[in-house]
């Protein structure tokens, strides 16, 4: 039940396109929904989380989109680049319970924009 | 502002040995998360601490232990080392004043890659 399933596990889209990510959880208790990029080398960072009380939030090119009664949520990637070509986590995490530090991480989705 | 730091940035040890490894979190920030990584399992939770206090625990066994001082530098332990163990250790903090109701965003340092043989 504290399981984060992520889809696809690797992505590859046309310079321009749209990248889509997907998530899904299991515990209705959670509470913050953040996703992570994370390049080779480096730590993981966050890029846009969102809260069970709004369907959608965007920044920049980037969108996520929440279905409370499917238990789903997704990252959307507008017009690629392929400097966005990393690994992508979804996560989600108990804030209310216990402080959105203790994240559940999905298994990552490797993403390559082609040029 | 410098992030997140963490030493040392390789290790190589061989099964049954221990390791320590630190963090140093970005200044002002009290709360400071573990997590492993590994191709197999992913991104895992360790451990939080705040106020040299250990708030929140993953699924891990007891092998791995953490502690954090009076300046928020915090260094994980993990003693008898398994084949399993390998992999990269990624320390994360965030501002004071988390917990129950927080929601503060968590900046990952670039971690430690520990490889067991």
């Known amino acids: 039940q504290q399981q984060v399933k992520q889809s696809p596990q690797s992505l590859i889209v046309q310079k321009g396109g749209i990248s889509i990510i997907n998530c899904a959880y299991e515990?209705?208790?959670?509470?913050?929904f953040p996703w992570y990029q994370q390049f080779p080398g480096k730590g993981p960072a966050l890029l846009i989380a969102i809260r069970p009380d709004v369907s959608e939030k965007k920044e920049g090119r980037f969108t996520i989109s929440f279905n409370k009664s499917a238990k789903q949520f997704s990252l959307h990637i507008m017009d690629s680049q392929p400097g966005d070509s990393a690994t992508y986590f979804c996560a989600a995490s108990l804030g209310l319970i216990q402080g959105a530090q203790k994240l559940v991480f999905g298994q990552g989705t490797r993403l390559t924009i082609n040029p | 502002k410098a992030g997140v730091t963490q030493t040392p940035r390789y290790l190589i040890k061989t099964r049954g040995q221990q390791v320590t490894l630190s963090c140093s979190p970005i200044?002002?920030?009290?709360?400071v998360s573990w997590y492993q990584q590994t191709p197999g399992q992913g991104l895992q939770f360790l451990f939080e601490?705040?106020?040299?206090?250990?708030?929140n625990k993953g699924n891990f066994p007891g092998r791995f232990s953490g502690r954090q001082f009076s300046n928020s530098r915090s260094e994980m332990n993990v003693s008898t080392l398994e084949l399993g163990d390998s992999a990269l250790y990624l320390c994360?903090?965030?501002?004071?004043?988390?917990?129950?109701?927080?929601?503060?965003?968590?900046?990952f340092g670039p971690g430690t890659r520990l490889t067991v043989l």
């Open positions: 515990n209705t208790a959670f509470d913050y």
């Open positions: 994360a903090s965030s501002l004071a004043g988390g917990g129950q109701g927080s929601y503060n965003e968590q900046f």
């Open positions: 601490y705040f106020s040299e206090t250990q708030r």
């Open positions: 200044s002002g920030h009290r709360s």
